[in-house]
């Protein structure tokens, strides 16, 4: 059993920049960042193979968000730079012990409580 416990977010202009960061209580094969905008789908952010710190952007992301990790902390970031409204969502940490490289929502096991992200025009 993993527990993620999510810290950051909150309401930022367009064009600033937000932290989130995501502790893991236990294993992780991989860990990532979904998102989800009212009336919208979950949309997968980034996500990384824990080990070997390979990483993945989707493509309305790319370039200006970055996700890294500390392993002595088992801590999981997201550097969310050059914001824009259209990133407004509820930003969810995700893990799973077993799967990885994968945008749907489903095959990640574990979830944050999620953080609230803003960005005003």
């Known amino acids: 059993q993993v527990q993620l416990v999510e810290s950051g977010g909150g309401s930022v202009q367009a064009g600033g920049s937000l932290r989130l960061s995501c502790v893991a209580s236990?294993?992780?094969?991989?860990m990532g960042w979904f998102r989800q905008a009212p009336g919208k789908e979950r949309e997968g952010v980034t996500h990384t193979y824990t080990g070997s710190g390979s990483t993945f952007y989707a493509n309305s992301v790319r370039g200006r968000f970055t996700i890294s990790q500390d392993n002595a902390k088992n801590t999981l970031y997201l550097q969310m730079n050059s914001l824009k409204p259209e990133d407004t969502a509820m930003y969810y940490c995700?893990?799973?012990?077993?799967?990885?490289?994968?945008?749907?929502?489903?095959?990640?096991?574990?979830w944050g409580q999620g953080a609230q992200v803003t960005v005003s025009s």
């Open positions: 995700v893990a799973d012990t077993r799967r990885c490289g994968t945008w749907y929502w489903g095959n990640y096991a574990y």
């Open positions: 236990g294993y992780t094969y991989c």
